[in-house]
């Protein structure tokens, strides 16, 4: 009788510690939302939970299920997009590297994730080794590109001379060579305008932390050659930005595209004829400014690319010069289509006003020339109102840049302590009523911040919160942007990890052709989605209602949330190698 008891009491204690481990290996709750890739030790460690009713949390070790902390959820916090609820799990205290998931009594448990020293290190790395995968005219072999790889497409050796970019010695239907650069987006066409914020963005992290980059592998043919792999990856869209620029007058063509956008076919399938389009102001200021940051960088590695940093200096003067001769040349592809065969109905990227990008240009010639002259009437005397930088605004990048040589600027204090007040003041407005945000981030307080490329907008504050950071120091500043990286890697209405290749519940089906007729179920890796756009211009079915900060879907056809575009990436690129090379001086 006794034994009898004995295996009873056995085979319950056996069924209750399965019943246990089965609670514990439940699938991981929607309700839970944070950074499904992890948190520095010493870093801010934040959760937000959905729903009313629950009061207490627990951080519990990934593989022994103890219990390493409880905490009490905040108040309530109402969206003002949606009116859901949501109170926040502050687990900051949880200091001790390892893997953890988070478990809300009654709701359910998280997702694992990482506390450690250089936890992002694998998102920063991915999200620039995107630009690889989106180089044009060269093989993707399987060595650099895993089981992404691919054959050439676009060698663009033959490309023909649109009617509205003729020119004294460039007859319509001419053929020039501009090969290499980067598919802008989910096409496979390459924009002057576009790679100019994208170079400007990927440029100035590597001047704001060039020791980051001295061992940051991302596993590209030119990896181990002396050079970073940051401005290896620049070098391949710089040279083909060089063969964009009208030799005989300075001028910088506007894109190189096909008249019609390609379908849904490998860029090795693409065969449709390419053509260079309309020289203008913003096109060639944007070139400027790139070429004369590029003439600073690489004039310190003239010993591997002999020549490279003279050739962009004089390309910029060149393009200056053009852009003085020319000043109010604007791209209006409607226009355009009225005077001139065939018909260019690719990505317009077409600008109204050019004043920033002569802000942008100006301060990039005056920081390699240290000469006032490219300053003059670009109206920097005055203090300025700082707004995000977006393909279209570029003059915040002009801002950066002098505060970046402020220091070697110092007689130049009238000019820039207005930009750091500008700077400072805009990241000020960005942490008001921080503490009342449902995620608790500085992303989405307004409905605005969910426009086209939603998920950009959230870098580029976390970028300005790290400027402001250098600027005084103050490290609710580092917080609040460490916040947005949160936001974009899984804490935010929507649940999802905006960079494809990461997270519980990532992105499989972006807008992208190569990640759609590859025929692998996973999407090209380190791409950063859109994100939510409420606006939903591509009327793709799969939405899950218009409220702003959850209008996105997991859908190749939705264009408007889930494309991927260079110039969302790159600030990707900034604001995690960023926080990673601060976290990691701040051990």
């Given at each position: 009788m006794k034994s009898l008891l004995n295996n009873i009491f056995l085979l319950a204690g056996l069924f209750a510690a399965a019943s246990s481990n089965l609670s514990f290996a439940q699938a991981p709750s929607g309700a839970i939302h944070l950074n499904q890739i992890g948190f520095y030790p010493g870093g801010t460690k934040i959760a937000a939970i959905s729903g009313d009713e629950h009061s207490s949390f627990e951080v519990r070790d990934a593989k022994s299920g103890k219990i390493v902390f409880k905490g009490k959820l905040g108040s309530s916090r109402t969206s003002q997009h949606s009116g859901k609820v949501t109170k926040i799990a502050d687990f900051s205290g949880v200091k001790k590297a390892g893997n953890y998931i988070i478990e809300v009594p009654g709701l359910g448990r998280s997702a694992p994730f990482r506390i450690a020293s250089q936890v992002h290190r694998e998102v920063a790395e991915a999200s620039l080794k995107g630009f690889y995968y989106q180089r044009a005219s060269i093989e993707l072999p399987e060595k650099f590109a895993g089981k992404w790889a691919r054959p050439a497409g676009h060698p663009d050796d033959k490309v023909l001379?649109?009617?509205?970019?003729?020119?004294?010695?460039?007859?319509e239907n001419a053929v020039i060579s501009s090969p290499k650069?980067?598919?802008?987006?989910?096409?496979?066409?390459?924009?002057?305008?576009?790679?100019?914020?994208?170079m400007g963005t990927l440029l100035s992290l590597y001047e704001d932390y060039p020791a980051y980059f001295e061992n940051f592998n991302t596993n590209i043919p030119e990896s181990n050659n002396g050079v970073p792999?940051?401005?290896?990856?620049?070098?391949?869209?710089?040279?083909?930005?060089?063969?964009?620029?009208?030799?005989?007058?300075?001028?910088?063509?506007?894109?190189?595209?096909?008249?019609?956008?390609?379908?849904?076919?490998?860029?090795?399938?693409?065969?449709?004829?390419?053509?260079?389009?309309?020289?203008?102001?913003?096109a060639t200021l944007d070139f400027v400014a790139v070429m004369a940051q590029s003439a600073r960088i690489f004039k310190s590695f003239d010993n591997k690319f002999p020549g490279l940093a003279d050739s962009c200096t004089t390309a910029a003067v060149k393009g200056w010069e053009w852009a003085k001769k020319n000043p109010k040349i604007l791209y209006n592809q409607n226009e355009v289509n009225k005077q001139f065969d065939p018909d260019i109905v690719t990505g317009a990227y077409g600008d109204r006003d050019a004043s920033d990008e002569w802000i942008w240009a100006g301060a990039e010639m005056y920081a390699l020339t240290r000469k006032k002259d490219y300053l003059e009437g670009l109206g920097l005397e005055s203090p300025q109102t700082m707004v995000l930088p977006t393909w279209s605004q570029v003059k915040t990048l002009g801002y950066y840049t002098l505060l970046r040589f402020s220091e070697d600027l110092k007689s130049e204090g009238q000019l820039t302590n207005p930009l750091k007040q500008a700077v400072t003041n805009y990241a000020g407005t960005l942490l008001t009523d921080l503490e009342k945000q449902p995620y608790n981030t500085v992303m989405g307080k307004e409905a605005k911040d969910y426009a086209w490329g939603s998920s950009s907008v959230a870098a580029n504050q976390g970028i300005a919160l790290l400027y402001a950071y250098r600027i005084t120091k103050d490290r609710k500043y580092r917080d609040a942007s460490l916040g947005n990286l949160d936001y974009l890697l899984g804490r935010n209405a929507t649940g999802y990890c905006f960079l494809t290749g990461f997270g519980s519940k990532r992105v499989m089906h972006p807008h992208h052709r190569p990640s759609i007729a590859d025929g692998i179920e996973e999407p090209v890796p380190g791409l950063l989605s859109g994100g939510p756009n409420p606006a939903q211009q591509d009327k793709c079915a799969g939405y899950p209602n218009k409220f702003a900060d959850e209008s996105f879907t997991d859908n190749d056809c939705s264009y408007a949330s889930n494309e991927i575009a260079i110039n969302w990436n790159a600030p990707m690129v900034?604001?995690?190698?960023?926080i990673e090379a601060i976290m990691g001086q701040e051990k």
């Open positions: 001379i649109h009617a509205s970019a003729v020119s004294q010695n460039r007859a650069g980067w598919y802008d987006a989910g096409d496979y066409n390459k924009y002057i305008v576009n790679s100019g914020i994208t792999d940051l401005l290896d990856e620049v070098i391949w869209n710089l040279r083909w930005m060089l063969t964009m620029q009208d030799p005989a007058d300075g001028g910088v063509y506007h894109k190189l595209t096909n008249p019609r956008f390609d379908g849904m076919i490998m860029p090795g399938a693409a065969k449709n004829p390419r053509y260079v389009v309309q020289k203008n102001t913003p900034y604001l995690s190698a960023a």
